[in-house]
């Protein structure tokens, strides 16, 4: 190399040197830094700060995820809540009652108890309320099938998640927060697909398919259901149950839109419950297929968007498609069933509120019907206009960041219901 090409390679490194070191002269702790050493006082004599130190953070694992998994014991996790989060534990809740059901069933068939002695273990695991016809109706007993369900869907959550998509997630090579996303979309997908092609197929048996909105109303009340419908039904209700009481309890991480999903799934049991009371079930799947399929491409849009930001905007493009038909299309239709078609139910059946006698219908019950549907087209359409916020970035923009979640690092200070019981 030349002297001269040296000379100038020497003159380019101090112009940087000097420009780097104009920079930090900005910032006023560099700026006291440089009297500090300008000054009499020498670096030895610098005292340090009273009080505690800050403890150092401890650089993350590819395991860190799996500490807020594991089981402190089963009667500790049982007084914690943590056997949400434990598969092993949630496994055991769940399989205490098929044991006592088939441990009553052994003491039928041995003579211990008389064969026609009732088996309370039955309204645990199987839909009750059958009738002579073979069809179902609500009964009281449906709690009972609500709370083992509401276990079964904490087991398999948490399973699915951990012993599936989390080594999916490290096989594509996802890293860090990311992860933790990725398991959540992740099952999302997994969940909707299953109950969203359950409630396509549910809707196919009844008079109300593709949409068919007069049925909601005509031959009301809809007291039997099918096996199908009725067990489709509660199981619905067992999952956002379940998810309600993660999301109460912030085990997932809060998204910047945390209060509109609590508001979500609160209109969600309130339209679940209230839809099953007063028999309006049929337009309750409607409702449930709307909101279950676009849940499907929402959350794989996000799941690709994970592993390769280059190839998501396709999948998402896809899903607003979905999302406008699902969400708005179909979800305004069915309100505009409620205002227009409600007057198709007999007379006699919604012109007295008398829940002693099993009536519910009067004038007023159309509100309060179109009341819950239409506030989850009101949260609806505040996504929708983050999803297209989303999108327009996505194609000017490259940029397809979710407008509703959190930055990825985990602000200092913040803890979840899944840290604080990886503390105890």
């Keep these: 190399m030349s002297s001269s090409s040296t000379q100038a390679q020497r003159k380019a490194n101090r112009r940087r040197s000097s420009s780097v070191t104009n920079a930090l002269k900005q910032i006023p702790l560099n700026q006291q830094q440089e009297q500090s050493y300008g ?138 927060n990311k992860i933790m996303r990725f398991l959540e979309q992740g099952y999302a997908v997994f969940y909707f697909t299953v109950l969203g092609t359950l409630g396509i197929f549910v809707m196919r048996g009844l008079p109300t398919w593709w949409y068919k909105t007069e049925y909601f109303w005509i031959d009301y009340p809809h007291k039997q259901m099918t096996w199908e419908l009725k067990t489709y039904y509660l199981m619905q209700a067992a999952y956002w149950i379940q998810q309600t009481i993660l999301l109460a309890a912030k085990i997932e991480k809060p998204r910047k839109d945390f209060r509109e999903l609590v508001a979500h799934h609160i209109v969600t049991l309130w339209l679940i419950g209230w839809s099953y009371n007063i028999y309006l079930t049929y337009i309750g799947v409607s409702v449930f297929v709307t909101m279950d399929v676009s849940d499907i491409f929402l959350a794989l849009a996000k799941c690709v968007n994970y592993v390769s930001e280059w190839a998501s905007p396709p999948f998402f493009a896809f899903f607003v498609g979905v999302w406008t038909y699902f969400r708005h299309y179909l979800n305004i239709w069915i309100l505009w069933s409620v205002y227009t078609q409600y007057q198709l139910i007999p007379e006699k059946e919604r012109s007295r509120f008398a829940p002693q006698e099993d009536k519910w219908l009067d004038w007023w019950m159309k509100w309060q019907v179109f009341v819950p549907i239409f506030l989850l087209q009101l949260i609806n359409l505040f996504w929708y206009f983050l999803i297209w916020r989303i999108l327009i970035k996505a194609v000017f923009y490259n940029d397809l960041h979710d407008d509703r979640s959190d930055d990825e690092d985990e602000p200092e200070g913040t803890q979840t219901t899944g840290d604080k019981l990886k503390a105890q």
């Design 39 to 176: 000054s009499e006082t020498s670096i030895s004599e610098v005292k340090p700060l009273s009080g505690k130190p800050r403890p150092k953070k401890r650089k993350s694992s590819k395991d860190d995820l799996l500490e807020n998994y594991v089981s402190k014991g089963f009667w500790d996790d049982l007084k914690t809540g943590r056997w949400m989060l434990v598969p092993s534990s949630a496994f055991i809740l769940m399989i205490v009652a098929p044991i006592l059901y088939w441990n009553h069933k052994l003491l039928v068939q041995y003579g211990l108890l008389k064969p026609d002695t009732p088996n309370p273990f039955t309204y645990l695991l199987w839909v009750s309320g059958e009738q002579p016809n073979g069809t179902y109706t609500k009964s009281i007993y449906d709690f009972a099938f609500l709370a083992q369900h509401v276990i079964f869907w904490s087991f398999v959550r948490q399973f699915v998640t951990l012993h599936i998509l989390r080594p999916m997630a490290i096989a594509l090579g996802i890293k860090g």
